[in-house]
Each structure stands twice: as structure tokens, then as C-alpha cells.
């Protein structure tokens, strides 16, 4: 296999770009932050990290490839990352610059060994979509069929390893930082990131995902997924069926067309749905360029005996079709998560804490030691305060309510047992971006009054499934009771007998006191230090004058003084 070529000064000017970033995290957040103050620091937070992501997206729109795809997946990381970063990331998706027609050309006929005009009756001059690995030009075929043609952009093997190589050395960097290494796996989210961005080169691997999503949605007439050509398309040449509608996110031209926004964000959410808990294979990249709406005939529309049934239409908007497209990013839940999920979806549909709990433990979303009774109130807590309110009015109730959930659970909020398993890195980010958009189509979708139809039935399909489990467990609360007597009476004459052990342990909080105590003892013995050196560096330095013994004094208070600053 020819070895991929190797673009060096591409990868030092992002490699430069992330040291900067690095550098100013150390110099205000760990430095200043114990010199100054947090106040002081975080007084320009919001203005600091805005001018680096300005500064990230101009680079990404000059350089393109995977920073595009970066920059798009942190745009929608509002759980993690300032306001500010993801609103100035946010228009990544539509300012990707589309290639010369030339060089596109160019592609086409290195993939099929002849000119273009021999492979397409007609090609577009102008792409009709440019994302960062490919652009998409109608077209049409010899044959006559009018397709669109996905091309990858030149170079773009290069481009993608220079990238992948340059973020798995600001990787590297990340990992020294502790609490970002003990939550996160960053070795393999980089393997997972580097992995699915590779595959999208892959044009034969997306027709076969394609085809495995109409699969999954023959039945579903109200879901559209484009034919591919697979005997016209190559790996770096896709050709499918033209599809193209109402844009999902243009909004003025789905009412014009008589389509209730609040019914395409109830279809997509379900869609949804249905891809991550019954088919556990999803399209990994639902943003607005990927949806379009496509509207059908009303019944009865021509007239006759469906008169009535129109006017029921329009009553419920006009019929529709959601057309997926670009199948480059998908993902799969793996085995082993799939019944934690389930359990997950159905303890928010009931609202049992402690099933979402042990459910977020199981499929490995807390880190090992988190204190499960604290989460179980805080769960069940978030899920008094929230349950049955859209989305737009759950964040409105976060804002205003942030200070007295963060005062009542500071020590969970200081602990963070949180972690993220690689695997669901890009179900993560479909999520988001499907909320966005779910919220975007309308303001008052309550995603509570979504989930529960769907959890009901899913509910009744895992009774339906699994009796032989059910009479299992039942069996076993049997044994249990019947073993009870026999336990309280061992228990009872332990108690007589004077034998009975109770253990202690600390408190979380208690612990962690502790451990911040200390932490303060550290600092103030380094402090004096510190000052004990420096007053006697300055005082060899005023009797004696600028010598070996005053600089070595000076030199050890500096040390003294970034040892103690490093403490945590």
C-alpha cells in the first residue's frame, strides 16, 4: 500500500494553534487563577475563549479537511464548552469553501480512467453542497437518470492524516491534565474520532450504509432514502438518486408548503428513536444540510369521495417525507450498551431515579466510586424539577435555578463522577445536534411527552420477550423471603451474644474537606518557603551584591514558588 504523503508545514501551524491554547489554559486557569484570584480570571473568561474560537474558525474555514469536522462537533458541545465557542463555531457547517470545478473534474477522471463527459452526460459546474471531505454536484448520466454526484476533494487523504496527527498530539497534551485523563479515555476517543473520519473516505463503505438504513425503513413510508448507484460509483465518486427538497431548517418554505414544523420535529425525534433502541444503527450527522422535507399529496386532493378526509389533512398539515442523505458518519451501539440505554430511556419515562442510575453505571457512564445515593437524589431531584417541561422551558428553569442546584450538590458537582464512553462519541454528538434542531422547528416540543409512547411499547415488547426472565426473578424474591426468618434470627442472637461489628468509613465530603485541608497545608508550607528564600536571596544580594550564593537563593524561591502554584 502506497504510503499517505505527509503535509509538514500544515501540521506545525495547527500543532502551533493548539500550544497556544494549551499555554493560555496553564497561564490563566492554573497560574493566575492562584496569583490573582478566580474572580479576577474568570471576570474575562467568556471574552477570552470567544477570541480563540474566532481564531480556530477562521483557521478551519482557511485550511479545511477535519477541522471543519472538528469545529462542527465542539459547535455542538454546549454541555462542555462555553456559550461563546459553540455560537462561534456554530456557522462552520455553511462556510465550507467549495473546490475549482477543474479539480473536482480531476477526481472524476483519475476514479474512472476517462474524462468526465464519458462517465456524465451533464455535471454541474456549481456544487450544490460543500462539506470538508467532499462536494456534492448534480449530474446526469449516460443513461439519463438525474443523479448528484459526491466527490472527495484533492488531496484529501493528505489532508485528513496531517489533521488526524496534529489533534492526536494536542491529544497527547490533554492526557497530562488529570481531571480530563481520569474521565476521559482520550487514547481511544482519538482511535473512535480518527477511525469514523477515515471510513468516510470510504464511498463503497456509505453506499452500504445507506442501504442498510432504507432497510431498516422500508416499512416507514414516511422516511426517504436516496437509491444508490453502486455499478456508476467508485470509492471517491458516490452517485445517488437526486433527492433534494425543503431544506428541514428552512422554515418559511415548509409553512408555505402547508407542513407543520411541529410535526417534522415530532417525526425526526421518533425517527431517532427508533434508529438508536430498535435499530441501534443511526445516522451519525443530522445536521440541516443532511434533512430535507418532502411533501406529498394531500389524500383526496383530486377529489371524490376523500373530500372529507382532506379537510382532516389540513386540520393536521400536509403529508410528508423525511429524506436522509450523506451516510458517511453513522453509528452503532454496541452489544453490551444496548439493554443500559433501554433501561436508561425507560427510568426517564417513569421517572425512577435509581433505575437511571444503575443504568448509567452499568453501561459505564460513572466513574468507579461514585457515590450512587448522592446521584440517585439529584437525579431524581432534576427529574421533579424538569419532567413534562419542553425544552425551551427546562433551560429557562436551568438559568434561574443553576445557583441553588449547584449550592445543594457541590460536592457531586466538585466530584464530576462523570465519563464518557468512546463508543457513544458520535451518538452523542447525533443527539445534540437532534435536540437543536427538534428545538429549533418548534420552541415547545417536550421531549417527556415524546418518550413516553415509545417507552411504553418498548416496555411491553421486553415483557412480551422475556416472561422466562420475569418468572426467573420471581423465583429468586421467593428463595429471599423464605429465607429471611432464618437471617433476622442469626442477626438477633449475634446481638445477644454481644457480637455484632459496625463499620464507618468517611463521607465523600468529609474526604474530600480532608483532602483540600491538606492541599491548604501544602501551600502555606511551600509559601514560607517560598518567602524565606526570597528575603534571603534579597538580603545577600543588598549586603554582598549580584553573586553565585544571591542567585542560587533567588533561583530556588522561583521554584519554590512554581512548586507551590502547581499544587493542587
Given amino acids: 500500500m502506497t504510503p499517505i504523503p505527509f503535509d509538514r508545514p500544515r501540521y506545525l501551524r495547527i500543532v502551533r494553534f493548539f500550544a497556544g491554547v494549551v499555554a493560555h489554559f496553564i497561564l490563566w486557569e492554573i497560574v493566575l487563577r492562584r496569583v490573582i484570584g478566580r474572580r479576577f480570571v474568570e471576570r474575562s473568561l467568556s471574552r477570552r475563549w470567544q477570541r480563540i474560537a474566532h481564531r480556530y474558525r477562521l483557521m478551519a474555514i482557511e485550511l479545511g479537511g ?59 459546474p456549481e456544487p450544490e453542497a460543500a462539506a470538508s471531505l ?92 436516496p437509491r444508490i448507484y453502486g455499478e456508476a460509483s467508485t470509492q471517491r465518486v458516490l452517485v445517488m438518486e437526486n433527492v433534494a427538497d425543503i431544506k428541514i431548517a428552512d422554515f418559511a418554505a415548509l409553512e408555505e408548503a402547508g407542513i407543520r414544523l411541529k410535526e417534522v420535529s415530532d417525526r425526526l425525534f421518533d425517527t431517532y428513536l427508533r434508529q438508536v433502541f430498535t435499530h441501534n444503527f443511526l445516522h451519525a450527522d443530522p445536521h440541516p444540510g443532511n434533512l430535507f422535507v418532502q411533501p406529498l ?79 440517585e437524589q439529584i437525579e431524581a431531584e432534576t427529574m421533579a424539577r424538569y419532567s413534562g417541561l419542553t425544552l425551551r422551558q427546562a433551560q429557562q428553569a436551568a438559568m434561574t435555578e443553576w445557583q441553588s442546584l449547584a449550592k445543594e450538590y457541590r460536592d457531586i458537582l466538585y466530584q464530576m463522577p462523570f465519563q464518557l464512553p468512546t463508543e457513544l462519541l458520535f451518538v452523542g454528538r447525533a443527539l445534540a445536534l437532534l435536540s437543536g434542531m427538534a428545538t429549533a422547528l418548534d420552541p415547545d416540543f417536550d421531549p ?52 455484632l461489628t459496625v463499620r464507618s468509613a468517611w463521607t465523600p465530603e468529609a474526604s474530600r474537606t480532608l483532602r483540600r485541608l491538606e492541599a491548604a497545608i ?46 493542587r
Fill in 448 to 499: 417527556w411527552q415524546a418518550i413516553e409512547p415509545f417507552a411504553r411499547d418498548m416496555a411491553a415488547q421486553e415483557v412480551g420477550r422475556d416472561w422466562r426472565a420475569i418468572l426467573g426473578e420471581l423465583e429468586k424474591m421467593g428463595r429471599l423471603a423464605l429465607s429471611l426468618p432464618g437471617q433476622a434470627d442469626r442477626f438477633f442472637q449475634r446481638a445477644a451474644q454481644g457480637d
Fill in 134 to 225: 467532499a462536494q456534492v454536484h448534480r449530474a446526469r448520466l449516460q443513461g439519463g437518470d438525474e443523479v448528484v454526484a459526491k466527490v472527495q476533494r484533492p488531496r484529501i487523504e493528505t489532508i485528513v492524516e496531517t489533521d488526524l496527527r496534529a489533534i492526536q498530539t494536542a491529544a497527547r497534551w490533554l492526557k497530562r491534565y488529570g481531571p480530563i485523563r481520569r474521565r476521559v479515555d482520550l487514547d481511544r476517543l482519538y482511535d473512535e474520532f480518527a477511525a469514523t473520519t477515515r471510513r468516510e473516505l470510504d464511498f463503497v463503505a456509505e453506499a452500504e450504509n445507506a442501504r442498510r438504513f432504507a432497510a431498516n425503513f422500508q416499512d416507514d413510508p414516511g422516511v426517504r432514502v
Fill in 522 to 567: 501544602d501551600r502555606l508550607a511551600g509559601a514560607a518557603v517560598f518567602a524565606a528564600l526570597l528575603l534571603s536571596g534579597v538580603a545577600v544580594y543588598l549586603v554582598r551584591g549580584a553573586g553565585t550564593m544571591s542567585t542560587v537563593l533567588l533561583v530556588l524561591a522561583g521554584l519554590a514558588l512554581l512548586y507551590t502554584l502547581a499544587r
Fill in 66 to 124: 477535519v477541522l471543519i469536522k472538528l469545529g462542527q462537533f465542539l459547535s455542538v458541545r454546549v454541555d462542555v464548552l462555553p456559550r461563546v465557542v459553540t455560537d462561534e463555531l456554530s456557522g462552520l457547517q455553511d462556510e465550507v469553501p467549495a473546490e475549482e470545478l477543474a479539480d473536482i473534474l480531476a477526481v472524476v477522471e483519475a476514479e474512472y480512467g476517462r474524462p468526465a463527459s464519458a462517465v456524465f452526460a451533464f455535471f454541474a
Fill in 297 to 375: 399529496p394531500r389524500q383526496g386532493a383530486a377529489g371524490g369521495d376523500g373530500a372529507g378526509d382532506g379537510a382532516r389533512d389540513r386540520d393536521r398539515g400536509r403529508p410528508f417525507r423525511l429524506v436522509f442523505v450523506d451516510f458517511g458518519m453513522v453509528a452503532v451501539i454496541p452489544e453490551r450498551l444496548r439493554p443500559h440505554l433501554k433501561e436508561i430511556l425507560l427510568g426517564f419515562a417513569t421517572g425512577d431515579a435509581a433505575r437511571t442510575v444503575r443504568a448509567y453505571q452499568g453501561a459505564g457512564f460513572l466513574m468507579p466510586g461514585a457515590d450512587l445515593a448522592r446521584l
